[in-house]
């Protein structure tokens, strides 16, 4: 019986039958790279945001890693729609707001313990708040020092 | 008859599906590479591959989006639902070209479930393998979105027409091109 419920599940899974209601949210935060954020794999949680990780945030977003709202008290929001765009992995659809504080409208879901965000509307865009440059250099620090050099003709 | 069982089998999963990922150990046979990634666990498993607008809306393109729409996978043995973050490539890659061309199959996967982080109630996933094959699918589609850069040499993301567009107008700081001229002059010191 145990197996019959797992594959009624499963079945439906697939064919986004599992759809239910969101919650509206209006939400302000800050748009991050979510792979760097909650993997840690290129520095601790302050430093792989703002404009210290501005263009690693464009190379991310550029190559589909989910970009996610980054709330005041630390709650992500899986970014999956925007303003009724679904192709936001498209590698284009997301770069101008990298970095970005913003306050947005939309539609959240929970599911498994993470919160997804369908965005309708952009409230309210401050551009990049979070300066956080001075404190941590570039991150990743060795790969665009090494493009900037490049552009450079160093 | 039929629409009672399965009625029955979603009231009973319900609990199921909105408990926090479990803590399941699924690292049996994997040969999934140990990145150095935070509360990283090797996790193979059967999936359904679906994208994460389909499945939270049941807004469903055949195709699941090509590639353009986030990945996810529903693991088959209890039901999570998650979110393809990387694929195995190291240079900023996501992992929704490799697993669009399964939309809606059921595939293996092999790689890691990560992420610890106290405000995040579930695990995210780095797709490494599928179906025994690694998952290297970026860059193909990437060049032939990009015909002219893709002849170029070196990495993707220096070449990207896109991303260099913005860096040019907003700099490497996306703060403009004045204060980025003066903080790069600071760094390369």
């Known amino acids: 019986m145990k197996k019959l419920f797992f594959a009624a599940a499963f079945a439906l899974g697939g064919s986004g039958a599992m759809a239910a209601q969101g919650e509206p949210i209006e939400v302000t935060g800050e748009i991050i790279d979510t792979w760097c954020y909650f993997s840690g794999v290129m520095g601790d949680t302050d430093a792989v945001v703002g404009s210290a990780h501005h263009t690693c945030a464009l190379w991310c977003s550029a190559g589909g890693i989910p970009v996610g709202i980054l709330t005041e008290d630390g709650t992500v929001y899986m970014v999956v729609k925007w303003e009724g765009n679904a192709s936001v992995a498209d590698g284009v659809a997301l770069l101008d707001i990298q970095s970005h504080t913003l306050t947005a409208k939309g539609t959240t879901y929970v599911r498994d313990g993470i919160n997804y965000i369908f965005v309708e509307d952009v409230v309210a865009d401050q551009g990049i708040v979070n300066q956080n440059h001075e404190d941590f250099g570039f991150i990743p620090s060795g790969p665009v020092l090494k493009t900037i050099k490049g552009k450079l003709g160093q | ?189």
């Open chain 2, 1 to 189: 008859m039929m629409k009672r069982i399965v009625g029955a089998a979603l009231l009973a999963l319900s609990p199921v599906l909105l408990a926090p990922v479990s803590a399941a150990d699924f690292s049996e046979g994997s040969q999934a590479k140990n990145w150095p990634l935070k509360g990283r666990e090797k996790a193979k498993f059967k999936a359904k591959v679906v994208d994460a607008v389909c499945h939270l809306s049941g807004d469903c393109p055949a195709d699941c989006g090509g590639g353009t729409r986030q990945m996810a996978l529903v693991r088959e043995a209890d039901g999570v639902f998650l979110l393809a973050m990387k694929n195995l490539q190291g240079q900023f890659q996501g992992a929704n070209f490799d697993l669009a061309p399964f939309c809606g199959q059921v595939v293996e996967v092999d790689g890691l479930m990560v992420g610890d982080d106290p405000k995040l109630g579930g695990k995210l996933y780095q797709t490494q393998f599928i179906n025994g094959e690694k998952a290297f699918g970026f860059t193909k589609p990437w060049k032939a979105r990009n015909l002219e850069a893709g002849k170029k040499k070196g990495a993707w993301f220096r070449n990207d027409p896109h991303i260099n567009e913005r860096i040019e107008k907003t700099g490497f700081l996306g703060l403009g091109l004045e204060t980025d001229g003066e903080f790069i002059a600071e760094e390369l010191e």
